[in-house]
């Protein structure tokens, strides 16, 4: 199975090229206020592309997710839910830790609620952000930023074969952690630097 992951197109899809490929994930963001016109245009494209599964999740960025996400024939909507294609398990959601007034914020208090909910035999995890320590820093950050009780259950609880997140749009990046002997591949699929500029190219990974 061949997997095409992306994150953060925030409104500039059409200044991404999508590689083939048998599942293409987006990890979130596809607006940048989640107005109706950013919608309509982002769903749009999504749903058009030849892809025969597309699953994605919403971000941050993405207010109004309630009112325009949902799953038809074209694509398929994960938040906090999974699908198993042929055999691969994905698990979607679209949280991050609070910071500022954004969309799909949880405190650190209860944060842990919604990774309680993955499965432990998920394949492929799909957040909107990544979990700490791992491909979320950049210039902009001081330090690590990502979620702590998500790194926790990456590890401790879930072990994927492949995380897939963006958020972080100057983590873009892959990098492979070994969790006793499985390998977990973590991929930042953020298609925008921090100047909100299409400068990175989707993932494709085969499993």
Known sequence: MRLVMLSDTH?????VVVPDGDVLIHAGDFTY?????EWIAALKWFGGLPHKHKLFIAGNHDFGSDHFCY???????LNNSEVVIDGVKFWGSPITPTFGRWAHMSDPEVIHEYWDKI?????????HGPPWGILDSSELTDGHVGCEELHDAVFE?????VHVFGHIHGGYGHRERLDGER???????SVVDEEYQVVNAPWVVDI
């Open 157 to 161: 609880q879930v072990s994927p074969k």
């Open 33 to 37: 206020t989640g107005k109706r016109g």
């Open 183 to 189: 390998g977990i591949d973590f991929y930042n699929a």
């Open 11 to 15: 409104t500039m899809h059409d200044q």
């Open 119 to 127: 499965p432990n035999d998920t394949d492929v995890l799909i957040t």
């Open 71 to 77: 799953t038809n024939e074209y694509f398929t909507y």
